[in-house]
């Protein structure tokens, strides 16, 4: 039987998988299912997560961003967790799904617009001091850790 994972890759949500027992026959597609918001129906990502893909057949796993996650027709939310079952085919037919993935990978959001941004008391003619507030509520930094802030001037 096949078992799936899901794991956060920067905005990603990767979906893989082991390559199952397929009784002497080649493995030719793997049919992924995501499972709504609604919790009840499961639905193929065929954008990103096609098993009828050769690549995604070679690889064993597909990322599909987060962000389609949050759209129609998944609308999962913020800390929903993502379920996936895959199932795979090969000529003597499709195998039964997969169970689903154990409740790991959370849907999350990307950090919100950062804080008003002020000149310094050390800025002078020849130097500008840059400060801001650090985002630290869940709402400002998507409930992940702030890596880093990037700085534009013009």
């Known amino acids: 039987m096949l078992s799936v994972v899901t794991v956060i890759e920067n905005s990603f949500v990767k979906i893989a998988w082991q ?25 193929p990502q065929l954008l990103y997560c096609d098993g009828r893909s050769a ?25 929903d967790y993502v379920f996936a079952k895959i199932k795979a085919k090969n000529a003597l037919g499709w195998s039964p799904y997969s169970d689903l993935n154990s409740m ?17 008391s050390q800025t002078s003619t020849t130097r500008i001091e840059v400060v801001w507030d650090a985002m630290t509520t869940s709402s400002e930094t998507g409930d992940s850790p702030i890596r880093s802030y990037n700085l534009e001037w013009d």
Do not use: H, W
Not at 19 to 42: A, C, H, W
């Open 19 to 43: 390559y199952p027992n397929d009784n002497s026959d080649t493995v030719v597609e793997y049919e992924i299912l995501i499972r709504q918001g609604d919790m009840k129906t499961f639905t």
């Open 55 to 79: 690549a995604i057949v070679q690889k064993l796993y597909c990322l599909v961003p987060m962000s389609t996650l949050r759209a129609e027709p998944y609308s999962l939310k913020f800390k």
């Open 104 to 120: 790991e990978t959370q849907i999350q959001i990307e950090p919100g617009t950062g804080n008003l941004v002020r000149r310094g």
